[in-house]
């Protein structure tokens, strides 16, 4: 069965500084999605950034990017000129190509940020 | 509408009452998701959709959990005989499922708190 690991429940990181959020997973499937979602207080879960297992350039949005290295199954989430705003939980999700689609999610991460 | 909503966003039940979850997924997304949250934790499966079909209710940890989508557009999350551990936030989620537009987008949740 599929797994994604987060192992840093807490991270801090100064406004306009940039912090590195971890995540590896478990699968034996070759091709699959991974994504990075933002959980506030309000609990909405916000989609960050979005990754296709096959391809090889990392994905990036605006200040976010991510580190794919599909061979030691990390899959890491960059956050550059860390704003405020960006203070949330983080969920690094595994989803198959094909199957029932569901997110197989990690126990997240805090990410505080300081003035 | 504009997103995924849900209601009610508070249910207080007594241990033994019976509830209904309501989500209203985005227009025109064929699937749709429920996950459980308990606190501290990541989301987790419960249960999956593909219009009215419900095609996938591996996650569901009971017989006295019950998902429905009868039109394949608005779906009811029932528990029956509610038990504190039951205490969670439910998800619901719904996606496109299309070739280029795969990722899921979530709802506020209905944090339920049995006492």
């Known amino acids: 069965a599929q797994t994604v690991t987060q192992s840093q429940p807490e991270m801090s990181v100064q406004e306009a500084e940039t912090v590195t959020l971890s995540c590896t997973y478990d699968t034996s499937e070759s091709d699959y999605y991974l994504f990075w979602y933002k959980q506030p207080p309000s609990r909405q879960m916000i989609l960050v950034i979005r990754q296709e297992a096959y391809k090889q350039q990392n994905a990036t949005e605006n200040r976010f990017s991510v580190n794919f290295q599909k061979a030691a199954k990390s899959f890491s989430l960059k956050i550059s000129d860390s704003q405020l705003g960006d203070a949330a939980m983080y969920f690094c999700?595994?989803?198959?190509?094909?199957?029932?689609?569901?997110?197989?999610f990690g126990t997240g991460t805090r990410l505080k940020v300081l003035a | 509408g504009a997103g995924v909503s849900q209601s009610p966003r508070y249910k207080v039940a007594k241990r033994g009452q019976d509830v209904a979850l309501r989500c209203d997924p985005i227009s025109g997304h064929v699937s749709l998701f429920w996950y459980q949250q308990a606190l501290g934790q990541g989301p987790e499966f419960l249960t999956y959709?593909?219009?009215?079909?419900?095609?996938?209710k591996s996650g569901l940890p009971s017989d006295r959990f019950f998902a429905e989508r009868p039109e394949g557009s608005v779906s009811t999350l029932k528990i029956q005989r509610t038990q504190q551990e039951d205490s969670a936030v439910y998800l619901c989620a719904s996606s496109l499922m299309s070739a280029t537009s795969y990722e899921q987008y979530f709802g506020p949740g209905t944090r339920l708190t049995v006492t």
């Open positions: 999700a595994y989803r198959e190509i094909s199957g029932t689609y569901k997110y197989i």
């Open positions: 959709f593909q219009n009215e079909a419900q095609l996938d």
